[in-house]
C-alpha cells in the first residue's frame, strides 16, 4: 500500500483531484475517494500497489501542485529531521551574500551555483570561494546575517511542529557556524553543524577550518543521530537543495528535494517545487489544526 498525497501551493480544486484519479486509474490503480488532510490544500489517495508507478501516474502534468508518494507501511510522522540551511531553511546562498560585500558576488555565485549542480567538488569549491574572501572584516559576517538572511516561508512551523510532536531537530549546513548557529536558534532546532571560518586578528584568513561539513559528513551525521536516538533512517526526513544534499536525501526515509537541482531531486524520494516547507508536514499528516509556530 502507498499513501500519495497532493499538495497545493495556492488552492487544491477538486477538478485537480479528480485529474489526479484519472491519472491513477489510467495506471491501473484502483481509487477510492480521497482523504483530505485539510480541505482545499492537502488531501491523500491510499492506494494499493507500486509507489514508483504512483509517482510517475502523478509526475509531470503541469499542475501547481506538489506530490509525495510514501509506503504505507513505514512511519508517516517522522522522529527526526535532518535540514539543509542555505536556500533551504533560508532564502539565500550565505557565501554569495557575503561576496557581495566584498564586490565579488557573481564570481562567487557562479562557483556556488556548478557545485551545487554536482559539476564541482564540494571541498574544493568551498576552498576556493573562502579563500577569495581572505581579508575581510569579521564583522561583515554579522552585517550580512543582519541584512541578507530571512528564514524560507515555513521554516519555523515545520521545524517547531514536529518538535511539538516530539521529534529532534538537526541543522547540517555545508555553509558556516556565523549563520547556521542563530539560523538554527531562531527556527527551533535542537543542534546546528557547519563549517567553521577561520579568523584571525578580526579577518577572515581565506580557510575553513577542519573538518569540512561536506556529503559525507551530512550523510555520517544523519546515520549517527538516528543510531544515538535508536530510531531506524525509516522514522527520519531530510530536506536539502543540492549535489552535497544528495548522499543525505537518499539515505532518510523521507527525503525531500526542495526547489532543488537536478542531481538532489534525482536522489530524493519526494520533490517540493511549488509550496513552502509547511507542504513537509502535510506529507506527515498534520492538518492545520496540529501546526506550531
Excluded at 531537530?169 to 527551533?188: H, W, Y
Excluded at 536516538?229 to 552535497?244: H, K, T
Amino acid at each position: 500500500m502507498v499513501i500519495a498525497t497532493l499538495i497545493a501551493a495556492d488552492a487544491l480544486s477538486d477538478e485537480i483531484v479528480d485529474e489526479a484519479a484519472v491519472r491513477l486509474r489510467s495506471a491501473g490503480f484502483t481509487v477510492n475517494a480521497p482523504q483530505w488532510i485539510d480541505r482545499g490544500s492537502a488531501a491523500d489517495f491510499v492506494l494499493s500497489g507500486d509507489r514508483a508507478a504512483a509517482r510517475a501516474a502523478l509526475a509531470g502534468w503541469g499542475a501547481p501542485v506538489d506530490v509525495v508518494v510514501q509506503d504505507s507501511g513505514a512511519p508517516r510522522r517522522k522522529r527526526l529531521i535532518i535540514a539543509d540551511m542555505d536556500s533551504t531553511m533560508i532564502t539565500v546562498e550565505c557565501i554569495d551574500e557575503l561576496a557581495d560585500y566584498a564586490g565579488i558576488k557573481p564570481q562567487i555565485a557562479a562557483i556556488t551555483e556548478r557545485a551545487m549542480q554536482g559539476e564541482l567538488d564540494f571541498r574544493a569549491a568551498l576552498a576556493e570561494r573562502v579563500a577569495l574572501l581572505a581579508g575581510m572584516d569579521a564583522g561583515v559576517i554579522d552585517r550580512c546575517l543582519a541584512e541578507r538572511v530571512a528564514l524560507m516561508p515555513g521554516a519555523r512551523t515545520l521545524v517547531q511542529t514536529m518538535a511539538a510532536h516530539g521529534a529532534r531537530a538537526l541543522l547540517v549546513s555545508g555553509g558556516f557556524t556565523r549563520f547556521a548557529e542563530p539560523v538554527a536558534a531562531e527556527i527551533g532546532f535542537d543542534r546546528a553543524i557547519a563549517n567553521v571560518l577561520e579568523i584571525a586578528d578580526g579577518k577572515l584568513t581565506g580557510r575553513v577550518v577542519e573538518p569540512v561539513v561536506d556529503s559525507a559528513v551530512k550523510l555520517a551525521t544523519l546515520k549517527s543521530e538516528c543510531a544515538a536516538m535508536d530510531i531506524p533512517v525509516r522514522d527520519a526526513l531530510a530536506v536539502g537543495d543540492g549535489a552535497n544534499d544528495a548522499a543525505m536525501l537518499a539515505g532518510a526515509g523521507l527525503g525531500v528535494a526542495y526547489r532543488a537541482h537536478a542531481v538532489a531531486k534525482a536522489a530524493a524520494s519526494a520533490m517540493i517545487d511549488h509550496g513552502d516547507l509547511t507542504a513537509l508536514l502535510w506529507a506527515q499528516g498534520y492538518p492545520r489544526r496540529e501546526w506550531r509556530g
